[in-house]
């Protein structure tokens, strides 16, 4: 009989707090179908690693450590933002990867990212039969962004949830208790260049119209500067205070980043700040609030201490089911949520065509936001609600998270 | 008998994500000590509620809610950024506490809260007496600042460490991830104006050289550019990328914030962004790294779901013990923690007299900083690691920290 074939494991783009517990399903599956596949060799930094033929060999690790990579954010094997060129332009990189495959005896391919990396999945999958060394290649989903079509959510997307609606709604205590003397309005800037689904995610925290936050700016409703102040003077006069959240892609009528809109430094530099602080400023110059404001940056995408339990245990899941397919070789897949029942919250992991994955992107529906722009609907917390859910912090060790940082032995070159 | 006499529980300044055990302690101790002392009100916002004679009975709670407030982040009651005038040039302030306390049988005035706190309660304590209104004044210590004296550490500071370490290390391992084609260098910015107690708590999530945050920024040493931007290249050229945690409070030789630097925005303004933003952008003009960066603001002050169990326990020991110091007739004093010591880290509760605690700031000693004044010495983390340990997250409820808000049912007014 021959020797099974091995697994490539790449992780693609920005990472995640869950991004790892895939992986773990991905390693802890393939140890326990021994004699199905062979080793599962990562790829180092992403793409950029399998290009360089710069290959990790996962057999290497302690169970234990494999392990504590479902409580470890960040990318255990490095990522990459790497787009290949499209194959019609240049096809080089992609006979590049498959004759690493060929020299490492890699017959799956695992590729754990957004919607280019589906792209890329799916091109290698058919370049390889072409060049008479087939590879099935299998996209795992991966995105903060909560942007890739026929899953019902991607891994990663749950825990920002959860830490951008708890961040809020811990703001919102503070700022309710200094608004007579100090702080009135508060502004944190979220993820979400292109679609809204963490701002909204945040607005789970609000459960009357007196919680925090009580305004959400989505990059899907576009900026209106006066309906905007009036809906903050309204709420500091009701309320004292007012909470925003807003999302690094708002754009403003002439579908510019508002961060951009033209403020420079002395040195002409476009400001340093973002969207926060911009729409920060603006409450003060305009209605004289004094404000206050967070920008989460990657605190957001990387707390795993405060990480969803039923994120972890999807982004698991589809690892695990990632190399349950390519053991079934099916080519050219991607695995899903499927969403069974809202209440009580029930899924299970579904199949989808690379093909009709890559390069799509599920913006948030119109029928999630209010009408008047400014915060989310009955149906979105539906949908958001079970994402959310659980708790699993990790390990702690004198006091602070105990994350794992794996040996990454490399695999020993092949090639010139 | 006489009915014994009302307790006034203020809160002051900053609230932290344990102010709010702090209440509970007060609540709770005076409950259990029916008899000796009669109801506790508490000053809505702070001073200004006590000036205004807007009180709130907190006998209308269950008890319940008062436990609730271990967990619950913010301040309960409201509190307030209001400095009482020197007493020499205004003592009407004075004399209308008096007044009140007078008009609602106070007894017994506890302030939470900062330095200035503990100079209005030992002021308030003198003029008591002199207008024949005696009445026994207790600080009681809270800031996330860290710096009163005679006291080991302040409540609040423990929870923001926790906060900031487990933040720049998750923070760390993402950066770690992304550097061959993305992020290299990551700064976040944290609290401090005045001392770097806080920019030296991130430092406890580097365990070697390697480890985020590899260099910290502290308003204690001089900022030197050319010194900072060479430790930044050396680390990126050894690691690939690089952590930064940066105090707001940071300065340059001219004794001027960095952020304050003079850069201006299109319209004159002072640039928004704080010195976050400011060093980051320094970072890529100077050295072209890709840059991301974060500024916590109050989600670090309020994160009570990851508030260290130490902080936790030590704030609501000193609300019981400043009960306690009230029923003896203890007046001018505040209830301190003592170490006894580090390893095991044991404390006990000591009291040190208002006079000498006011107005007075504890600076993180030079020691504490490394002779290159880019981290931490093992003397600081052996006094700040006890401060961090221990998780006692919150309740949860549809996956988000459930907290209380407390109904703050007003006294009826006696004055006109």
Chains 1, 2 share one sequence.
Not at 36 to 47: E, F, L, P, Q, S
Not at 196 to 223: R, V
Not at 400 to 408: A, Q, S
Request: with cysteine.
């Amino acid at each position: 009989m021959a020797k099974p074939k091995n697994i490539l494991y790449a992780q693609s783009g920005g990472v995640t707090a869950v991004i790892n517990a895939t992986a773990c399903g991905v390693i802890e599956t393939a140890r326990a179908a021994k004699g199905k596949v062979g080793k599962v060799y990562a790829a180092r930094n992403g793409i950029v690693g399998a290009l360089n033929e710069d290959l990790i060999d996962t057999s290497r690790e302690s169970a234990r450590a494999i392990a504590a990579l479902k409580h470890t954010p960040g990318g255990a094997f490095g990522s990459a933002r790497f787009k290949l060129k499209p194959i019609e332009e240049d096809r080089t990189q992609y006979e590049r990867l498959i004759e690493v495959f060929r020299a490492h005896d890699i017959g799956y391919f695992l590729y754990n990212g957004g919607n280019d990396s589906m792209d890329t999945a799916w091109k290698l999958s058919r370049i390889g039969e072409e060049l008479g060394y087939p590879v099935v290649c299998i996209g795992v989903p991966k995105t903060v962004d909560n942007d890739l079509v026929l899953t019902d959510n991607c891994p990663g997307f749950g825990s920002v949830a959860k830490y951008v609606a708890t961040s809020i709604r811990e703001a919102g205590f503070d700022v309710a208790s200094m608004h007579s003397t100090s702080t009135q309005v508060f502004v944190l800037e979220v993820m979400g260049r292109h679609a809204g689904w963490i701002t909204a995610a945040a607005g789970l925290a609000a459960e009357s119209e007196n919680d925090a936050p009580q305004i959400l700016l989505f990059p899907e409703i576009t900026f209106d500067q006066e309906k905007f102040l009036a809906r903050v003077e309204r709420t500091v006069k009701r309320l004292g205070w007012c909470a925003v959240v807003v999302s690094e892609g708002v754009r403003d009528a002439e579908g510019k980043f508002l961060a951009e809109g033209g403020t420079r430094d002395a040195f002409g530099h476009v400001q340093l700040g973002g969207v926060g602080p911009y729409i920060a400023q603006m409450v003060t110059d305009k209605l004289g609030y004094k404000n206050h404001w967070a920008v989460a940056d990657y605190l957001q995408r990387s707390a795993r201490h405060i990480a969803s339990k039923v994120d972890v245990e999807q982004a698991y899941a589809l690892g695990a089911a990632a190399v349950k397919l390519a053991i079934a070789g099916e080519n050219a897949v991607m695995p899903t949520i499927v969403r069974v029942s809202d209440q009580p919250y029930r899924w299970k992991i579904g199949v989808a065509p690379l093909k009709d994955v890559a390069n799509k992107e599920k913006k948030l529906p119109r029928s999630f936001i209010t009408r008047d722009g400014f915060h989310i609907t009955e149906a979105c917390r539906r949908y958001l609600s079970p994402l959310i859910r659980g708790e699993v912090p990790p390990p702690f060790r004198n006091g602070l998270p105990d994350y794992v940082r794996l040996k990454n032995v490399p695999v020993p070159r092949r090639l010139v």
